[in-house]
């Protein structure tokens, strides 16, 4: 659902965004400016929209693969529960530790680091809440893509 949404260029650009900020916070003279403008957050969306943009490459493609084969083989060898024990709940827990960071202005590396594996642990998480956590984390994500794409000119 969320290769459809993000150019390789995009999340390219993207990326470069993230850095961009994450340096520039440490000019001097400018912290209150990248408070005030809340970079930290922007730079963990951007961070997540360039990571869903490896979705759409190759190597995203054999990502998603492995993870449904070893999610059917988990399913098949012990039962459908066991199956969201191995690869959806540590995916809701990233998501949830994500959201978190995000919403209680509360980033750090680790949350950059989380948002870079969100997009690609999302997709392993089952059933209509892996569906919905899918849906808007793709809404957002295109959203961020557009944005960053129509900024350099590559929409």
């Known amino acids: 659902m969320i290769e459809a949404v993000v150019s390789s260029a995009a999340g390219g650009a993207c990326a470069g965004s993230a850095a961009l900020l994450y340096y520039s916070e440490k000019l001097p003279g400018i912290k209150k400016l990248t408070n005030k403008l809340h970079t930290d957050r922007a730079q963990a969306i951007l961070i997540a929209t360039a990571s869903a943009a490896v979705i ?55 949350t950059r680091i989380l948002g870079a594996l969100l997009p690609v642990l999302v997709s392993t ?31």
């Open 125 to 155: 998480i089952p059933g209509p809440i892996g569906s919905g956590i899918q849906s808007v984390l793709s809404w957002v994500v295109g959203k961020v893509s557009g944005l960053v794409a129509g900024a350099f000119g590559l929409a």
């Open 56 to 110: 759409s490459t190759p190597a995203g493609s054999w990502w998603n693969d492995t993870v449904n084969a070893l999610h059917d083989w988990s399913v098949g060898l012990v039962g459908q529960w066991t199956g969201l024990l191995i690869t959806g709940i540590p995916a809701l827990f990233v998501t949830v530790i994500f959201i978190n960071d995000l919403w209680t202005r509360k980033v750090e590396h680790r």
